[in-house]
């Protein structure tokens, strides 16, 4: 049993020498090509360097699993490479069909292995996650391939739509109140309620005001019936959307022209993102509100927290399609700039260009000769 223990503990040695080796090599490797990406990489860089790193990661943990093949064939406990293989890859994963076993003095090697497997294939889980969330990381702080990097985490890529949190049925359920009201559209009761003494701008959980829920659910006589109880219509609620933009990320242009006529302003610095309702609505293409939000006063040129302004969000995290190039437009046609430059000191002109966006690039290059 020592001698058993012994050899167990010299390929555990081998295979940990191997592993750290190998994934520290692909972590490496991995980050520098990312780091060093251009924006003519497209949308799939991201995807086939995980791809790669995943790739070596199967080939490393097969190594491995050989590696005790090849002793097993060695001390003659298995007849030949292919068996030896094959049981030494159901242990390392631990699958153990049992249609394949070593002799009695070597048995203790399956469940060893075993353990060894495990512990392998969790480092390399940690190792997916470390690079996936250093991918992350830089594609949020630097622009580029940020759509590519969420949409392998199976995120939505800095998606406002789903950076809102509208109140859930189970929320809507517990409301009570000016809350209850606001989320049944019931203006009447609002009044009722607001006579009673009951607080326009109290908060929910989620540290919203019954305007927010009467914009997230488009009840608009609920909404003027708050304002005209003194609601504040530039509330901010967790996630520091106020209705504007709650409008703005929901294509809802009835609500937005309510909310901007309620006194809320287009000017106002919101999200986790510092953006505001002009840069959300942009990256989403939902030209009419932007439109709608330009007319209004919103800020053409402001830049959010991660070096974006409305004009380069339309590109970036656009598709190029119609309503995305109509948005462009109507910032282009506005005056946006055309001058300010993301984090790398791409413009507009690059980053369309970079991303095969044709129409975009037509219109950013009329714009640039006159």
Aim: some cysteine.
């Amino acid at each position: 049993m020592l001698k058993v223990l012994l050899c167990a503990l010299a390929l555990t040695a081998i295979t940990v020498m191997m592993h750290a080796a190998g994934t520290l090599l692909s972590m490496r490797r991995v980050t520098r090509l990312w780091s060093a990406r251009k924006a003519q990489r497209g949308r799939l860089g991201a995807e086939l360097l995980i791809v790669r790193l995943v790739s070596t990661l199967l080939v490393l943990h097969l190594a491995e699993a050989l590696v005790w093949a090849v002793f097993l064939v060695l001390i003659g406990v298995l007849p030949d490479l292919e068996a030896a293989a094959y049981f030494s890859l159901t242990s390392y994963t631990t699958v153990g069909y049992g249609d394949v076993l070593l002799p009695e003095p070597w048995r203790l090697l399956g469940p060893l292995e075993a353990a060894v497997g495990v512990l392998m294939l969790g480092w390399s889980t940690g190792v997916l996650v470390a690079v996936l969330g250093k991918i992350y990381s830089q594609a949020w702080a630097s622009g580029a391939g940020l759509l590519a990097a969420a949409a392998i985490l199976g995120a939505a890529p800095f998606d406002a739509a789903h950076a809102q949190v509208p109140p859930s049925a189970g929320d809507k359920a517990r409301y009570t109140g000016l809350h209850a009201a606001a989320a049944r559209g019931d203006a009447q009761e609002i009044k009722r309620l607001v006579a009673q003494g009951a607080k326009p701008d109290a908060r929910d959980g989620y540290e919203r005001t019954p305007l927010h829920v009467a914009a997230y659910g488009r009840h608009h006589e609920a909404m003027r019936a708050l304002a005209a109880a003194g609601a504040a219509p530039n509330a901010l609620e967790r996630d520091r959307y106020d209705i504007v933009t709650i409008a703005a990320v929901a294509d809802d242009v009835p609500t937005l022209k309510l909310a901007l006529s309620l006194g809320c302003s287009a000017k106002n610095v919101t999200s986790r993102y510092d953006g505001t309702a002009l840069i959300a609505a942009a990256h989403l293409g939902h030209d009419e509100v932007v439109r709608t939000l330009i007319a209004a006063g919103a800020p053409l040129d402001h830049v959010n927290n991660l070096g974006w302004t409305a004009l380069i969000e339309s590109i970036v995290l656009g598709n190029g399609g119609p309503r995305h190039t109509a948005t462009l437009k109507a910032l282009v046609d506005a005056g946006a700039s055309l001058k300010l430059a993301d984090r790398q000191g791409r413009t507009p002109l690059e980053l369309a260009r970079g991303r095969g966006y044709r129409e975009m690039t037509a219109l950013l290059e009329k714009q640039g000769r006159n």
